[in-house]
């Protein structure tokens, strides 16, 4: 007795079912790129730190005290200029400064970056690692996580884009924590050593160094 023939018809529930997840994912990828893109144009104009006097006044705690207003720029007194400091201090600094991809969504906007723009790697890392914490100094309602968390990584990879690498060593430099109650190399070097910062000698700066590894580490 010949067996039972098998139907040939496609099982159009389980095709259609796919097709339906994949338009609904199409869509939901589609919404979030508007977003991204949207939320892109209304994020702060970073093009103004490529100024001298950038305008920005921050709030910093020192110490339990009542908050000081910090001037970002050449308007504030201890600002240090990046050729004040001999390229050792730099250097020195910029290796505690840089680091790996600071969050989740710093290393996702990074690698998307970088596949677009055909670059990446450690470098890459370290200069969106300062960005990230120039963002949070500058800008510090964009710490914690979440929604946040986004916001403050496309801050940090639209200052990558807008200023140049020894810009942006330059505001991290002077905007860093050196202390409880220190902020910029400038007053590190003062609080410290009572000294000048462009007189700052290797073993300072590497004293200096781990100071901004410690505050790092602390946050």
Request: aromatic share 8%; charged share 25%; net charge positive.
């Amino acid at each position: 007795m010949a067996g039972r023939r098998r139907s040939s018809r496609p099982r159009g529930g389980v095709e259609g079912g796919g097709k339906t997840a994949w338009r609904w994912l199409a869509r939901l990828l589609g919404m979030l790129a508007a977003a991204v893109v949207g939320l892109w144009f209304l994020l702060p104009d970073v093009a103004r730190l490529n100024q001298s006097d950038t305008g920005l006044v921050v709030e910093v705690s020192r110490g339990g005290g009542e908050p000081e207003q910090f001037p970002v720029g050449e308007r504030n007194e201890l600002w240090v200029r990046l050729g004040d400091l001999s390229p050792e201090c730099t250097e020195r600094l910029i290796a505690t400064g840089g680091g790996a991809c600071s969050s989740f969504w710093g290393s996702l906007l990074l690698g998307i970056s970088g596949f677009v723009l055909g670059q990446g790697g450690p470098q890459r890392c370290s200069g969106e690692r300062m960005a990230t914490e120039l963002v949070e100094f500058l800008y510090p309602w964009t710490r914690g996580g979440g929604v946040r968390g986004l916001v403050r990584e496309m801050i940090a990879l639209k200052l990558g884009s807008s200023l140049s690498r020894r810009r942006l060593l330059e505001l991290y430099l002077n905007t860093a924590r050196f202390g409880a109650a220190l902020y910029g190399v400038g007053e590190a070097a003062r609080g410290y050593y009572r000294t000048d910062p462009k007189f700052l000698s290797a073993d300072q700066c590497e004293a200096l160094s781990r100071e901004l590894g410690r505050m790092r580490a602390a946050r």
